[in-house]
Nanobody
């Protein structure tokens, strides 16, 4: 199973931007769809964005559409999440995961293994 490591989080002010990275341990990453998730304190982990293996399809949660942009570089085996116009409600730990089918990403319970995530904290 490909290992994924998230990075790029931090403490920012409302309205600022961040770019998160998801680095894969294997080049097989290019054959997988990828998703970004977030989990706020006391809340369930939710899928915020997903991208197919060759970037032809991207999906976003309604709460982030227009502010989040998912992308990937298969040569670098890395996925990205550009987050603009950050809001305090975006505060959460952000995780990535990957699967053969983009539909598998819809349900986080399909995954037994998760990385350590990267913390995003937005102050008002």
């Amino acid at each position: 199973q490909v290992q994924l490591v998230e990075s790029g989080g931090g403490l920012v002010q409302s309205g600022e931007s961040l770019r998160l990275s998801c680095a894969a341990s294997e080049s097989t990453f290019e054959f997988l769809a990828m998703g970004w998730y977030r989990q706020a304190p006391g809340k369930q982990r939710e899928l915020v964005a997903a991208i197919s293996r060759e970037s032809e399809t991207t999906n976003y949660a309604a709460t982030v559409k227009g502010r989040f942009t998912i992308s990937r570089d298969n040569v670098k085996s890395t996925g990205y999440l550009q987050i603009d116009s950050l809001k305090p409600e975006d505060t959460a730990v952000y995780y990535c995961n990957a699967a053969l089918l983009i539909s598998t990403l819809d349900d986080s319970s399909n995954f037994r293994s998760w990385g350590q995530g990267t913390q995003v904290t937005v102050s008002s």
